[in-house]
């Protein structure tokens, strides 16, 4: 599949340790930043009953699922143990000189 680079907002926009949400191709996709200033992305949905992430807790570099509890790690997308399942993740690129945050998301269109 092809990617392309989406700008989907400024890191202004994104609390430390908050979440900010964009929709991409239909798709809800949760960005966090983590207190070391690190921008993640993945996809919006809990594996386990489709809980909300953007609105869950960040510790470090997981997000607990507001729902359940469930931790997932938002650099792999990884659910961990004892719980087990994945989310999908999304390359995020930041252009620090102007604060601007970028998506890679595929087009849909084989390449
Ligand atoms: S829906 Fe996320 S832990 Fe249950």
């Known amino acids: 599949m092809e990617t392309v680079k989406m ?16 929709r991409v191709n239909d798709m809800e996709i949760a960005l966090f930043r983590l207190s070391d200033g690190e921008i993640l992305a993945v996809e919006n949905k809990c594996p386990h009953k489709g809980g909300v992430l953007s609105e869950g807790m960040v510790c470090g570099r997981m997000v607990h699922c507001p729902l ?22 999304f390359p ?5 000189e102007q604060g601007l945050v970028f998506l890679r998301v595929s087009t849909g269109v084989p390449s």
């Open 68 to 89: 359940h509890d469930w931790r997932i790690d938002l650099r792999s997308g990884a659910v961990q143990e004892p719980d087990t399942g994945c989310v999908a993740t």
């Open 92 to 96: 995020v690129e930041v252009d620090p």
């Open 7 to 22: 700008l989907v907002g400024s890191v202004a926009e994104i609390d430390p340790k908050g979440s900010r949400l964009v």
